[in-house]
């Protein structure tokens, strides 16, 4: 089983920037579409971004469009989320996930947590206002 751990969480001003890292334990991840969720307190965990294995085809939630920008480096078993312009909405525990998707799936699967099998254990975004 893919193992993730996230990193680069912290607290930020509103308007300021966080870049968050997701890396994999293993080789097989470089096969499988990636996921950027979110879970703020007393709140359902929601997704933020996600992108196909080759990093060709990229999902955004319409909350983060525009200001947030999900990446990979298969040679480097990592995944980025890229946030800009952060507000106090955006202040959650942000997962990283991955799973096996076929080339037809589009933004309904990438956005469904189900789609997904293994998860890193998050990281605190926090932003003050």
């Known amino acids: 089983q893919v193992q993730l751990v996230e990193s680069g969480g912290g607290l930020v001003q509103a308007g300021g920037s966080l870049r968050l890292s997701c890396a994999a334990s293993?080789?097989?991840?470089?096969?499988?579409?990636m996921g950027w969720f979110r879970q703020a307190p007393a709140k359902e965990r929601e997704f933020v971004a996600g992108?196909?294995?080759?990093?060709?085809?990229?999902f955004y939630a319409d909350s983060v469009k525009g200001r947030f920008t999900i990446s990979r480096d298969n040679a480097k078993n990592t995944v980025t989320l890229q946030m800009n312009n952060l507000n106090p909405e955006d202040a959650a525990v942000y997962y990283c996930?991955?799973?096996?998707?076929?080339?037809?799936?589009?933004?309904?699967?990438?956005?469904?947590?189900?789609?997904?099998?293994?998860w890193g254990q998050g990281t605190q975004v926090t932003v003050s206002s």
């Open positions: 996930a991955g799973g096996a998707m076929s080339p037809f799936d589009g933004s309904k699967s990438f956005a469904s947590a189900t789609k997904y099998s293994y």
């Open positions: 293993e080789r097989t991840f470089s096969r499988h579409a």
């Open positions: 992108i196909n294995w080759i990093g060709s085809s990229t």
